[in-house]
């Protein structure tokens, strides 16, 4: 009798831990993954909820807003600083995905008197998000880690800063998506082909 209770037993731990792998390791991991992916994102806005976005590169200020066509309901950016011109949509574009699907490598924490070593006090750049639900967020670049593959960054710094900073890696490709010479950020104007001129064909002269 003893013996068939010690094979009962058995029994019952082998369906549990069955059980604890099934809904753990099988059903429970697709939720992990995205649990872990949500902690990877930057930010969780998306692209059409930005409303305009202010850069501030080596003490230059850009600043690109969305104005909405309702007639063609289509979206189109227009710069209003430092000029008065239409916004390039690939370059737009091209932020706009780097904010809204980038993730950052690595989250860890900083004192605050060592923020210099990563370039987080004086930033190589700066981006102002506002939403049009008027929340606002801003990501501040720093330099490079030693692999050249990321940069320092701060998301939504509190102030007055706390004794411990939190800092991310994120990919180096945002320095390509902010640091731009302004006509990259201005729509070129269509170059109209030329039409050709007809030629006149010659009277003959009179002999």
Known sequence: MKFKNN???????????TGFVYFYEIKGKPEREAAKAKQEQIFDF??????????TVKEKVLTIER???IKNQ???WQIKVPVQKAASQ??????LDRLTTGKSDRTF?????TISEFGLDQPQAKVEINLDNKQSHHLILGKPEFSNRFLYAQVDPPSPP???LSVILVPIDFKTAVDRPLPEWQEQDK?????????????????
């Open 46 to 55: 998306k692209t059409e909820q930005v409303k305009s976005f202010t850069l």
């Open 191 to 207: 170059q109209e082909t030329p039409t050709a001129t007809p030629t006149a064909t010659p009277t003959p002269k009179d002999n």
């Open 90 to 95: 690939a370059s737009v574009d091209f932020l």
């Open 109 to 113: 924490s900083i004192p605050a008197a």
């Open 74 to 76: 289509k979206s189109k």
């Open 162 to 164: 706390p004794q411990n």
């Open 7 to 17: 094979t009962l037993a058995l029994i019952v731990i082998a369906l549990s831990l």
């Open 67 to 69: 104005n909405n066509d």
